[in-house]
């Protein structure tokens, strides 16, 4: 296995302080804050920024430092919209087939580590697990292009997802039993009724958020 390099490093750690709320909308470090918190020199810290930048996660200004980038709501209801159209074809046509025993495992698993997260109250590590679960479906379903947009959209996934559990505390057990039941509902070969329910999972998440 490759060893981690220091600008590789550097820009997983700003990514996880900006995907789990630490570094919020609007914050700016400078160049030699981040040296200083990363213990880093210039060099791997300016090239963890430019990917931070091209990622749109942040706003990098050379020699100065970076802002980290708002999610508005208008995109995040254009991200729920496209997930409305994607997930609800996905669970469809996966009723049609016969599930894989080795991904029949995979998503008893996920489940289970859901509800282990849930009676935590662990909202990040919920939401790690709630996206793996989904992003999972799009996998099953084979799809490439759909999971390559998806992996695309993954860290506004994380940061949407995890603003709704903040801002309503109870959606999280919600959200884990129509995880559940969506499942079951595939499984049992009911395609419109495992649609019908992504559907109200999304459309539900998207009205809490803009509400």
Known sequence: MAAVTLKEKAFIELRRRILDGELKPGDFLTERMLV???????TPIRAALERLDAEGLAKYT??????VSELSLTQAAEVFDFRVAIECHIVRRLAERTIAPAD???FRANLAQQRVF????????FT????AFHRKLAAVYDNSEIV???????DKLYRIALRVLRKDVLRIRTSH????RIWE????GDGAGAARLMEEHLEYGKRILLG
Do not use: I, Y
């Open 36 to 42: 200083e918190t990363l213990g880093m020199s210039r």
């Open 62 to 67: 050379p020699n100065k430092g970076l802002v």
């Open 104 to 106: 029949a495992d995979w």
């Open 118 to 125: 849930v009676e935590a109250n662990d909202f990040a590590r």
């Open 128 to 131: 790690e697990a709630d996206a």
């Open 148 to 154: 390559k947009t998806m992996d695309l959209l993954q």
């Open 177 to 180: 039993a129509d995880h559940e």
């Open 185 to 188: 509902l595939v499984l049992a």
